[in-house]
T-cell receptor, first 114, second 111 residues
Framework: NAGVTQTPKFQVLKTGQSMTLQCAQD?????MSWYRQDPGMGLRLIHY???????DQGEVPNGYNVSRSTTEDFPLRLLSAAPSQTSVYFC?????????????FGPGTRLTVT | RKEVEQDPGPFNVPEGATVAFNCTYS??????FFWYRQDCRKEPKLLMS???SGNEDGRFTAQLNRASQYISLLIRDSKLSDSATYLC????????????FGSGTQLTVLP
């Protein structure tokens, strides 16, 4: 089991460029989510999905798109990168979001937008 | 006011000490509560879920106080390996699928 994998680990973008952060899990989890983590701000939910074909917005969705065509994959797209999107991005998955189910996080993608 | 608030610390304690963290949440309808541990430049990992009756796992004890709207984490007999940032997380009211995190409390255990 690889768990939750994310690529790339590091990325530098110029303002206005687009890119996709990849996230995959091999645990057959229904629930997947994307967070960003900034100093002093904790983890903030960007988008989440409760199953293939179903996505919804979190706390800070602006500037990001997601899709969930398979159970395994949940890519995050930055359409036009801005310096405010410089952050560490974590993908997470779980069977469901209940007290007895752990959310597993990927190792993160460190993104810098110049 | 933030939905979930934590004292950022840092807490610097000697090995063997007992240390406690609190986390307050603003929405009384919040349903599920968790403590996560995050090592420097790593991903968060679940430390404990927090149940209404309180729960213990070895040196770690988690408590929930719904009346005062806070959760706590107690670490007894601190080890050097406990040095990390501890994040509390709460499910948002009306949505069991959205988890809101505090900004974390940094703990350093000193030899």
């Amino acid at each position: 089991n690889a768990g939750v994998t994310q690529t790339p680990k590091f990325q530098v973008l110029k303002t206005g460029q687009s890119m996709t952060l990849q996230c995959a899990q091999d645990m057959n989890h229904e629930y997947m989510s994307w967070y960003r983590q900034d100093p002093g701000m904790g983890l903030r939910l960007i988008h989440y999905s409760v199953g293939a074909g179903i996505t919804d917005q979190g706390e800070v969705p602006n500037g990001y798109n997601v899709s969930r065509s398979t159970t395994e994959d949940f890519p995050l797209r930055l359409l036009s990168a801005a310096p405010s999107q410089t952050s560490v991005y974590f993908c997470a998955s779980s069977f469901t979001l209940a007290a007895s189910y752990e959310q597993y996080f990927g190792p993160g993608t460190r993104l810098t937008v110049t | 006011r933030k939905e979930v608030e934590q004292d950022p610390g840092p807490f610097n304690v000697p090995e063997g000490a007992t240390v406690a963290f609190n986390c307050t949440y603003s929405n009384s309808a919040s349903q599920s509560f968790f403590w996560y541990r995050q090592d420097c430049r790593k991903e968060p990992k679940l430390l404990m879920s927090v149940y209404s009756s309180g729960n213990e796992d070895g040196r770690f004890t988690a408590q929930l106080n719904r009346a005062s709207q806070y959760i706590s984490l107690l670490i007894r007999d601190s080890k050097l390996s406990d040095s990390a940032t501890y994040l509390c997380a709460v499910t948002r009211s009306g949505s069991a699928r959205q988890l809101t995190f505090g900004s974390g409390t940094q703990l350093t255990v000193l030899p």
